[in-house]
C-alpha cells in the first residue's frame, strides 16, 4: 500500500507562489507515474499535470493547458519518495483543492489507484 499526503497549501495573493509537496509512504513510488489533480469548489476533479516514475517526462494536458503552463512545474525526487508542484503567478481561478495521486501515466483519474487527502491552495484578487 501507498500513502500519500500533502502538503503546502495555503492562503495567497495573485502574483504569488506556492510550492506543494507529495510525501509517499508504505512502499515505494519510484515506479509509479504521479500526477497532481485539482478540484475548484463546485468543479468536477481535473488534471493538472504529471511526471512519470523517472521524471524524464512531464506533461501539462487537459482542460487547464493553457491556463498553467509556463508557471506550474512538476517534479519529483524519488530519493525522498516526494513530488513537488511549484506554481507561480497564481490567479484566483486557481483555487481549489489540489490532489496528488499514484499509478499509471496518464490524464484520467481513473488510472491512478493511490490518492491523497488534497491541501487547500487559495488565492485571492
Known amino acids: 500500500q501507498v500513502q500519500l499526503v500533502e502538503s503546502g497549501g495555503g492562503l495567497v495573493q495573485a502574483g504569488d507562489s506556492l510550492r506543494l509537496s507529495c510525501a509517499a509512504s508504505?512502499?515505494?513510488?519510484?515506479?509509479?507515474?504521479m500526477a497532481w489533480f485539482r478540484q475548484a469548489p463546485g468543479k468536477e476533479r481535473e488534471f493538472v499535470a504529471s511526471?512519470?516514475?523517472?521524471?524524464?517526462?512531464?506533461?501539462?494536458?487537459?482542460s487547464v493547458t493553457d491556463s498553467v503552463r509556463g508557471r506550474f512545474t512538476i517534479s519529483r525526487d524519488n530519493a525522498k519518495n516526494t513530488m513537488f508542484l511549484q506554481m507561480n503567478s497564481l490567479k484566483p481561478e486557481d483555487t481549489a483543492v489540489y490532489y496528488c495521486a499514484a499509478g499509471d501515466d496518464s490524464t484520467s483519474q481513473r488510472t491512478y489507484n493511490y490518492w491523497g487527502q488534497g491541501t487547500q491552495v487559495t488565492v485571492s484578487s
Open positions: 508504505g512502499r515505494s513510488v519510484s515506479r509509479y507515474s
Open positions: 511526471t512519470t516514475w523517472s521524471g524524464t517526462h512531464t506533461y501539462y494536458t487537459g
